[in-house]
């Protein structure tokens, strides 16, 4: 049985996305995953958010399941002994298993109505009308409305009730998380061939390739001539340097191309 914490995101290097679902009330992943270089950024962003909420309610069924199993055994006594370090008995103390027994009971007791269907679902349990035998409730299912718009990059939305909550800002892990896949969709370190197709504009290459600057001519055929552009090595800045002090890049553009900022 798959538990929230199988349900990982992304596979294949951070490549591929899940598409997580619910079918008869179970965590799958019937769809084809979402492509990390070809898919649009919203379907992304709007796939993690879909993903992060199906594991929120599979996190709480297997919290409800571990209680059923839990408080299905003999209640353990209320309080155990105390000894001291000599092994003298000083008194008794609260015994973490029965206090962890109650919790099961009590998290079992107050269960939401939401809960309780899905887990009905799940165990294709769901309330039959005595007379005819026929179901009395529909399946639990989860369909999410369209989503909302905001920046993938910097924020999210979460799944509450079947509706999306007001845009929020991304938590520290999942900033981790986007970070990664980021880093799959525009990499870092490319061929010389990919920096001119993903990052500079045709009218830019046009540009940097006919220049007769010596400068600009030494540092083209350089870059050319490497096996890879690494946005993060000192020497690629130099280089857009040299094509914006001959005026063939501005500097928000030498800028936005460090940055790894794909071309509109």
């Known amino acids: ?33 979402a492509d990390v270089a070809t898919a649009s950024l919203a379907d992304i962003a709007g796939q993690l958010a879909i993903n992060r909420a199906i594991r929120a309610l599979q996190a709480q069924v297997d919290a409800y399941d571990d209680a059923v199993l839990l408080a299905s055994r003999p209640e353990p006594d209320a309080t155990v002994p105390l000894f001291d370090d000599a092994g003298a008995h000083v008194g008794d103390q609260p015994n973490p298993a029965h206090a962890a027994w109650a919790a099961a009971g009590a998290l079992l007791a107050n269960a939401p109505a939401e809960l309780l269907h899905l887990i009905r679902t799940r165990d294709d349990a769901l309330e039959t009308d005595p007379a005819t035998g026929l179901l009395a409730e529909a399946p639990f299912e989860l369909v999410p409305p369209p989503l909302p718009t905001f920046d993938p990059a910097t924020e ?109």
């Not at 596979?11 to 799958?28: E, F, I, N, Q």
């Not at 020497?235 to 005026?247: E, H, K, P, R, W």
């Open 1 to 33: 049985m798959i538990r929230a914490t199988d349900m990982i995101d992304a596979y294949k290097g951070d490549s591929l996305v899940y598409r997580w679902s619910l079918v008869d009330g179970r965590p799958r992943c019937a769809d084809h995953p």
């Open 156 to 264: 999210t939305v979460d799944l509450v009730a079947g509706a999306w909550s007001d845009v929020r800002p991304l938590t520290a892990e999942e900033a981790t998380a986007c970070r990664a896949l980021m880093l799959v969709r525009w990499p870092r370190v490319m061929t010389p061939r990919d920096a001119i197709a993903y990052l500079l504009t045709p009218a830019e290459w046009l540009a940097i390739s006919t220049s007769s600057d010596p400068e600009v001519r030494a540092t083209r055929q350089a870059a050319l001539g490497a096996n890879t552009v690494d946005l993060d090595n000192p020497a690629t800045a130099a280089a857009l340097q040299v094509f914006q002090m001959a005026g063939l890049l501005s500097s928000e553009r030498a800028k936005a191309i460090l940055a790894g900022e794909r071309r509109a």
